[in-house]
């Protein structure tokens, strides 16, 4: 039998959420924002929040966003930039690939230099991706994408500058333009993204000729998506001191417990997260919450805590809205123990893992 819902009865359960969410996460406010817990990337002298937000979201009208962008969810997307912030999060990846009406480095570059406007000590950390396109060869298509990013975001230099994934033509000259813009003083630090285990070596071995220090792979990692575990992404990042940036650390919404099979994602994500595959998934969701209501934690912060308890992992996940990042912050400061990481890791095995990233077995 299908359940109805008015409209208004709707609105009380999302206000009652948003409540419930926003008392999860203020317990720990003051812990976070007052450790201010930093981690190094890799070997760089880079320090950043054990914890990042992704901003694919911000802009993008192909896969977010119900393919519409407007001044409310601008509006949205900066209250989510301002309460990560408070928050304690100041760790921000972007990109300058977009698919939308604004790019997200030019949505974040306002929103900083918004925030320093208001107090010009504060600091955030920025991360952005150079994109391997077919007709950019050699290391000066780095610099000169670097420096259009630079111009977007408002900065004079960024913290994290990463090959958004590895160019299959002519790409030789792409791991040389990281080390320059090292070199220049452009960028802190230099990573990859979507990078299998013999391009990171590769990348690993080219950079440190240069004497630079390969930071970071970001790559597409959860409890429900752990192929960086499979095809030896994640133990060479641990054996060469490379940090795991892990994007889609929830899944993108499919382990917060907010879908069911009666209720899937709509649009693209509609097709990866089926009703099949979340029923499937129904077990796992219901130990993630049994445990979180152990240590009085949403499922989102479960999942996202279960990441930073693999070590050298920061995840990132993509906040639209204020209350999203005010739950994220409730991720930091607590630590699952080894037995529920490794429960958490068994039951997720018996679930068929969703399709990644083609470009990593590239």
């Known amino acids: ?159 994290l500058y990463q090959l958004h994934w590895p160019g299959v033509w002519g790409n030789e000259g792409y791991i040389d333009g990281l080390a320059d813009a090292v070199d220049q003083g452009l960028v802190k630090a230099v990573g990859v993204s979507n990078y299998n285990e013999k391009r990171l070596r590769d990348a690993y071995e080219k950079l440190k000729k240069r004497g630079i220090p390969l930071a970071s792979n970001q790559v597409n990692y959860s409890l429900i998506y752990r192929v960086p575990e499979e095809n030896g992404v994640k133990a060479a990042c641990d054996e060469l001191g490379i940090t795991l940036i892990a994007y889609s650390p929830i899944a993108q919404g499919a382990l917060t417990g907010k879908y069911t099979p009666q209720n899937p994602p709509t649009g693209p994500r509609g097709r990866i997260y089926t009703p099949e595959f979340l029923r499937r998934l129904q077990p796992l969701l219901n130990r993630i919450k049994e445990i979180g209501e152990n240590y009085n934690k949403t499922p989102t912060q479960v999942v996202l805590n279960w990441l930073i308890a693999q070590e050298n992992v920061v995840p990132i996940p993509g906040a639209k809205i204020s209350e999203q990042a005010e739950e994220f912050a409730g991720a930091l400061g607590w630590k699952l123990t080894d037995q529920e990481t490794t429960e958490l890791r068994s039951l997720a095995s018996e679930t068929k893992p969703v399709i990644g990233f083609p470009v990593e077995s590239f």
């Open 1 to 159: 039998m299908a359940l109805h819902v008015s409209s208004a009865g709707f609105s009380v359960f999302c206000h009652r959420r948003v409540q419930r969410v926003r008392a999860v996460a203020s317990e720990e406010f003051s812990s976070v924002k007052t450790k201010e817990e930093k981690v190094k990337l890799g070997g760089s002298e880079l320090k950043v929040t054990k914890l990042g937000i992704g901003a694919w979201s911000w802009g993008d009208t192909s896969y977010w966003n119900n393919f519409e962008w407007d001044d409310r969810k601008m509006k949205a997307a900066k209250a989510a930039f301002d309460t990560s912030v408070d928050c304690g999060i100041t760790f921000f990846d972007t990109a300058e690939l977009s698919f939308g009406a604004i790019n997200s480095e030019t949505l974040l570059g306002r929103f900083i230099k918004e925030r320093k406007e208001k107090d010009p000590s504060e600091e955030v950390a920025i991360a952005t991706k150079f994109a391997a396109l077919p007709w950019r060869l050699g290391r000066q298509s780095v610099l000169t994408a670097l420096k259009d990013s630079l111009c977007r975001l408002g900065l004079s230099s960024v913290d």
